[in-house]
């Protein structure tokens, strides 16, 4: 089993930057691919980047490619996303996934969630 907690949320005005932060614990060493979702109020949840756990290879959403960042600690413990020039759609919350095989952009395939953290972007 792998557990995962998600730090980093808050409030920001339009065009400022966060980053959050997942720990994973457990058997991480295990694990094969990371990711980042986020669901909005009464919207379904939505792919935002992944990043193979070894590969160190990023995939991301069209509607945050350059301006998001996901990377992991040399630990392989530790995942983040690196958020700039947010915007106010960008505000939901942002739950970091983890599997043990490869899982693409589903998020039915992520087996290890964390419990959620607000983003909210302000104009």
């Known amino acids: 089993q792998v557990q995962l907690v998600e730090s980093g949320g808050g409030l920001v005005q339009d065009g400022g930057s966060l980053r959050l932060s997942c720990v994973a614990s457990?058997?991480?060493?295990?694990?094969?691919?990371m990711a980042w979702f986020r669901e909005a109020p009464g919207k379904e949840r939505e792919f935002v980047a992944n990043?193979?756990?070894?590969?160190?290879?990023?995939l991301y959403a069209d509607s945050v490619k350059g301006r998001f960042t996901i990377s992991r600690d040399n630990t392989k413990t530790t995942f983040y996303l690196q958020m700039n020039s947010l915007e106010r759609r960008d505000t939901a919350t942002y739950y970091c996934?983890?599997?043990?095989?490869?899982?693409?952009?589903?998020?039915?395939?992520?087996?290890?969630w964390g419990q959620g953290t607000q983003v909210t972007v302000s104009s």
């Open positions: 996934a983890a599997s043990l095989y490869y899982a693409g952009v589903d998020y039915s395939h992520y087996a290890f």
């Open positions: 990043l193979g756990w070894q590969s160190n290879v990023p």
């Open positions: 457990g058997r991480p060493a295990s694990l094969v691919a």
